[in-house]
């Protein structure tokens, strides 16, 4: 079975610092990955994904991020993080067999100005 | 354009009492899905369904019920509630692609009391 672990319940840093938000996943086959932020009282938004290719994914609000196979892990960056990018950040898997889309607990990122 | 559409958007039941959780999209998406969102644990997949015609249980699907009335709608219902299905539930649809990303409503907010 699919799982995504992200191991911190919340993330704090300061506006103009780089961020990242932790992801380790495990599943059978080659992974498709996803990173979705979610809003107060709103519905999850898609901000990136990684399917082949690349390792660095660049995706929406200047954030990205980095696929490491060797460490089934798949981080969210951003170099210089907004008060505005505070929110709930969810990380989920697929493997290539299945239609189902499984989803880590969440981590909520705190940017203080 | 409404993407996903979700009603009602908050519902209180007493234990026992059924209802029906109603979801719309207007994207031509082949697949659609629900999900509740809990605390601490992220979302867990309840029922889905990969194309019109076609439903299949997800990760939860105990004490709940689905229809794809057609491509543009897939309920969910609840034939007698209990409170541990008080939740935030959210639908969402996507492409019949693993690559796609799920594109998600605004939730229903549910209390069973």
């Known amino acids: 079975a699919q799982s995504v672990a992200q191991p911190e319940d919340q993330v704090n840093v300061a506006e103009g610092n780089p961020l990242t938000v932790k992801c380790t996943y495990s599943v059978s086959g080659n992974p498709y990955l996803f990173w979705y932020v979610q809003y107060p009282n709103r519905g999850l938004q898609f901000l990136l994904k990684?399917?082949?290719?690349?390792?660095l994914v660049k995706g929406s609000y200047g954030f990205e991020a980095e696929f490491n196979k060797s460490q089934t892990s798949f981080h969210l960056k951003k170099p210089s993080a907004l008060v505005s990018d505070s929110a709930l950040y969810f990380c989920?898997?697929?493997?290539?067999?299945?239609?189902?889309?499984?989803f880590g607990g969440g981590t909520r990122l705190m940017v203080k100005p | 354009n409404a993407g996903v559409t979700q009603t009602p958007k908050f519902q209180v039941l007493k234990t026992g009492q059924s209802m029906t959780l109603q979801c719309a999209q207007d994207?031509?998406?082949?697949?659609m899905y629900w999900y509740r969102q809990d605390p601490g644990m992220g979302l867990r997949l309840i029922y889905y369904s990969a194309s019109e015609g076609t439903t299949d249980k997800g990760e939860v699907p105990n004490g709940y019920n689905v229809s794809r009335l057609n491509k543009r709608e897939f309920s969910l219902r609840l034939e007698s509630a209990a409170p541990s299905q008080t939740s935030v539930y959210f639908c969402?649809?996507?492409?019949?692609?693993?690559?796609?990303?799920?594109?998600f409503g605004n939730g229903t907010r549910l209390t069973v009391t």
């Open positions: 989920a898997v697929r493997d290539n067999a299945g239609n189902m889309l499984t």
């Open positions: 969402a649809s996507s492409e019949y692609s693993v690559n796609s990303p799920l594109h």
């Open positions: 994207m031509n998406h082949n697949s």
């Open positions: 990684y399917i082949t290719g690349d390792n």
